[in-house]
């Protein structure tokens, strides 16, 4: 089990964020946990209009054309990677968080420090704990509202669950609570430049 201190969250926010979203079968795997914790334990799910992922940056708000252009530039010749999970992982502090520990192999941390840069420049108010030096990739399960004793029922419950995942890593997407559909405001795939926006109205390619 991982402990870290969580110094990232904060009640005001409404955040962004550059993310990689999980294939369909963890995408179905971690919606089902998050049904199974707000079932069991009454914890509600980690963003008003959840997506399961994992974050390479957040930030209060981005220069779009310019995201647009980095993230095309980045996976126009980019191949997809796998990526492994093992345990279950909390950020400790006054709003724990409870997630699944991605580890940091040389082609992730590669891609996260081939992107980094780049959007730094495009973001506003930028959270400080995704730069490549500090970043700790997971995939959230539960945040901001779980108290002591819940937590220690949650791993008690999940002691014997297997989170060693294989998850290929095949796209880098925009995301935010108010983004488009699903939260997912940009979607671009690994070899493919252009992105697919991703509107309340429904679903288009452009580039």
């Given at each position: 089990m991982h402990l870290i201190e969580n110094q990232e969250f904060s009640q005001a926010q409404n955040l962004k964020a550059i993310v990689s979203l999980l294939d369909e079968e963890h995408n179905l795997r971690v919606q089902h946990l998050w049904d199974e914790l707000e079932e069991r334990f009454e914890v509600e799910g980690v963003f008003r209009t959840p997506v399961p992922h994992f974050s390479y940056q957040v930030a209060e708000d981005y220069d779009i054309d310019r995201v647009k252009r980095v993230l095309g530039e980045a996976v126009r010749d980019q191949p997809p990677f796998s990526i492994s999970t093992s345990g279950l992982g909390i950020f400790t502090g006054s709003h724990p968080?409870?997630?699944?520990p991605v580890i940091r192999t040389a082609a992730l941390s590669a891609f996260h420090e081939r992107i980094y840069p780049a959007l730094a420049q495009s973001a506003t108010n930028l959270r400080p704990y995704y730069t490549p030096l500090y970043?700790?990739?997971?995939?959230?399960?539960?945040?901001?509202?779980?108290?002591?004793?819940?937590?220690?029922?949650?791993?008690?419950?999940?002691?014997?669950?297997?989170?060693?995942?294989?998850?290929?890593?095949?796209?880098?997407?925009?995301?935010c609570d108010t983004c488009g559909k699903e939260g997912i405001?940009?979607?671009?795939?690994?070899?493919?430049?252009?992105?697919t926006h991703l509107s309340e109205q429904g679903v288009y390619d452009d580039g």
């Open positions: 968080t409870l997630y699944v970043w700790a990739p997971h995939i959230t399960l539960a945040m901001a509202n779980i108290a002591p004793q819940t937590i220690a029922e949650i791993l008690q419950y999940f002691s014997r669950r297997d989170f060693t995942w294989e998850i290929v890593v095949d796209n880098v997407a925009l995301i405001a940009l979607r671009f795939d690994f070899g493919n430049e252009t992105y």
